[in-house]
């Protein structure tokens, strides 16, 4: 008996030294967690922003890294002269965990497809985890915030302010997983309020094609294992395309990333969203559904009509409770995302509180677009 204690004791010590990652490495990422975070400051100060973050300091947790920081605080001199005494949005703290871990003995730059290939040997799944705790928009921007949207109606007043000045937990979840088409992607983030009304989960799961793996050697993709790195810093460059466009100096950057999308099948989207409304609601949901009634009553289009009885039921599914709940799900076809964004409605469905509302959603579209949009006058 003490002998298989002993062998027991001696395998779980193995198993745990084994499955550590060396300080060294430990440190190296810990630097470029940091230059990462500190990287986006920049985007900041262009909008009259200034962004603060502590360093992270990373340690060995397992076979994963794990990385923590005093949080951040998020000003704007728009707002305020004397920003600095007025954070627009700040949080506690931040804590980042991962697995995605390069412990090869390569120095330099490597094939990336070569980086993925290797990050799999080891391990079943990649997962990179981040939570982000008393996140909240600061106390002056929150009480102009709730002044500006004040009404006659306490009961909303009251809701507004706790849905305003709540203080709110970030967390969300990448995994990646090798199957043999190519790489399970799955997104998970939750926003939950502590003691606010909101409650909200969005999932989302997609493939990325062994083609795209092939592409990476193509446009000549490495990963600098030195700098924890990818030699074409596409982050970046998706930041750039996504919040300021007409700075992008590489436009055969761009076509390069566009490209990537041919490679990307999305399976599935879900989310969830739950709102305790005090029933302080209750008016403007009656009179949604008085609009949506009379709209029925007098219209002359029997497709349309059919449309908007389904979204009365809907708005009645969604708030028969003080609670009210959305669980949206949308499944996908087989096809990459370059072909889903030219003709949505024909690969994908759509199910709100388990009721199919794609047909509906269409519906409202085509009429909107023959009735509404000719007629609007947009002014970018």
């Given at each position: 008996?003490?002998?298989?204690?002993?062998?027991?004791?001696?395998?779980?010590?193995?198993?745990?030294?084994?499955?550590?990652?060396?300080?060294?490495?430990?440190?190296?990422?810990?630097?470029?967690?940091?230059e990462f975070s500190n990287s986006y400051k920049e985007w900041f100060i262009k909008d009259k922003k200034e962004l603060e973050i502590s360093n992270f300091v990373c340690k060995n947790d397992s076979s994963f890294i794990l990385c923590e920081n005093d949080g951040f605080k998020l000003y704007s001199s728009d707002i305020f002269q004397d920003y600095k005494q007025a954070p627009l949005l700040q949080a506690n703290k931040i804590s980042l965990r991962f697995n995605e871990v390069y412990t090869g003995k390569k120095e330099g730059e490597?094939?990336?497809?070569q980086y993925i290939e290797d990050m799999f040997k080891n391990k079943k799944k990649l997962k990179h985890t981040i939570n982000i705790s008393g996140l909240k928009i600061g106390d002056e921007v929150a009480n102009l915030l709730t002044d500006s949207v004040s009404t006659g109606d306490e009961s909303l007043n009251s809701l507004l302010a706790n849905f305003i000045k709540d203080e709110y937990k970030w967390q969300g979840d990448i995994i990646m997983s090798r199957q043999n088409d190519g790489i399970k992607i799955i997104y998970d983030y939750a926003l939950i309020g502590l003691k606010g009304p909101l409650k909200a989960n969005i999932n989302s799961s997609a493939v990325f094609k062994n083609a795209g793996l092939d592409w990476f050697d193509k446009i000549n993709l490495k990963f600098n294992t030195d700098a924890i790195e990818l030699n074409d810093n596409i982050n970046l460059k998706l930041a750039t395309m996504f919040f300021s466009p007409q700075e992008v100096q590489d436009p055969q950057a761009l076509v390069s990333l566009l490209e990537s999308l041919s490679y990307i099948h999305l399976l599935d989207t879900k989310l969830n969203i739950s709102f305790d409304s005090k029933n302080a609601l209750k008016s403007?949901?009656?009179?949604?559904?008085?609009?949506?009634?009379?709209?029925?009553?007098?219209?002359d289009d029997a497709r349309l009509n059919t449309s908007m009885k389904n979204i009365l039921n809907l708005v009645d599914s969604i708030t028969e409770k003080p609670v009210y709940k959305l669980n949206l799900n949308m499944v996908f076809g087989d096809v990459n995302l370059d072909t889903l964004a030219k003709d949505p409605f024909k690969y994908m469905a759509i199910t709100?509180?388990?009721?199919?509302?794609?047909?509906?959603?269409?519906?409202?579209?085509?009429?909107?677009?023959?009735?509404?949009?000719?007629?609007?006058d947009f002014d970018f």
């Open positions: 008996m003490k002998k298989a204690l002993l062998l027991s004791l001696f395998a779980f010590i193995f198993v745990a030294c084994s499955n550590s990652i060396e300080d060294e490495i430990v440190k190296k990422y810990e630097t470029r967690v940091n490597i094939s990336y497809k403007y949901v009656a009179a949604i559904k008085s609009t949506i009634s009379s709209i029925i009553l007098h219209g709100i509180n388990g009721k199919n509302v794609l047909n509906d959603i269409n519906t409202l579209w085509l009429f909107v677009a023959d009735n509404l949009i000719p007629y609007t």
